[in-house]
Structures are given as C-alpha cells and as structure tokens.
C-alpha cells in the first residue's frame, strides 16, 4: 500500500535497525499515531526505510485506537520477516527475527490456552536466558583478553623504548 508521510502522522515509536552483514546499512521501523477514518474504524500506518529503494508503508486497523496500534505492530513485524536481509538490533550479535519485535499472543482460544502459552513462553526465556549468559560471558572474556594483550604490547614497547 501507499501513503504519504503526511497521511502518516506524528511518529509513536520507532526502532532502528541494522543489516547483519553490511551494520553500516540502517533499517528505520516507525509506527504512526492511530487516527479515525470517516467510517468510524481506526487505522495505523507503518513505514519501513532502509529496505529498498523507496520506503514501505503499510496499514493496521481496527475498531478502536488500541487494536489499530496492535495490529500496526503486527503488521510492522510481519513486514520486518519478509526482510531481504538478517536484522541486528542495538549491534547485538544475536540475530533478531522481526526486528525483535515480538509476536502478540492470541487471546481469542480461551483462558487455558493463554496460561498454557505463558507457561511455555517462561519455559523458553528461562532456557535462552542460560545460552544468552554464555555467549555475554565468552564475548566479555574476549575483550579482556584482548585488553590485556593490548597492555602487553603497550608496555612491551615502553620498556624496549627506556632501553634504548
């Protein structure tokens, strides 16, 4: 779909992106205030720069403010999945799928089926948390070794230096 950056309104919220391979392309996510149409529905815009050539804009909709903001989300992540490319987020070295934007859960199967999702979820993040500590932990330990091979050298070059 087309839009006009004026039809998109003030800027809500937005992220911004980077191409894994290439971190000096940027990918700028934005979310635009939700507004009433003339049939009473609201709408979102959503725009994506940095993919192509031109940026993309999309739309989410609903029957109040809030479900077209959700659903502009939604939109928005789905569109970031469709990259072309892998999304890195805040130069992590962890890939992030759809920008890191995370999906909704569905609320419309019931009670059970939400607590059950949510407990599955927690699971998850519990696990990841634990494998995210040991890449943290290796990528810290990199760094202080390569610091202090970096002092190494510094002082290897100040005593060859005094004796000379």
């Known amino acids: 779909m087309f839009a006009t950056k004026a039809r998109m ?11 894994a391979s290439d971190p000096k392309r940027r990918i700028i996510a934005s979310v635009g205030t939700p507004r009433r149409m003339r049939s009473g529905d609201w709408q979102c815009v959503v725009r994506i720069d940095g993919l192509g050539p031109h940026p993309i804009f999309e739309f989410g ?6 479900q077209a903001l959700l659903v502009g ?4 992540r789905n ?3 469709q990259a072309p490319c892998c999304l ?13 934007i995370p999906r909704q859960t569905p609320s419309e199967f019931g009670e059970e ?3 059950r999702l949510e407990q599955f979820v927690l699971r998850e993040q519990r696990r990841t948390r634990k494998f995210r500590v040991k890449i943290i932990r290796a990528q810290m330990a990199a760094e202080a070794a390569e610091k202090a091979a970096s002092c ?3 002082s290897s070059k100040r005593r060859q230096r005094r004796s000379d």
Do not use: P, Q, Y
Not at 88 to 100: C, F, I, M, T, Y
């Open 9 to 19: 309104g003030r800027i809500v919220a937005r992220r911004e992106l980077t191409d």
């Open 61 to 66: 909709g609903g029957v109040d403010s809030l």
């Open 113 to 115: 089926f939400e607590r």
């Open 79 to 81: 569109a970031l999945k």
């Open 73 to 76: 989300i939604g939109v928005l």
């Open 152 to 154: 190494l050298r510094t």
């Open 88 to 100: 890195a987020w805040r130069g992590d070295s962890v890939l992030h799928l759809a920008g890191g």
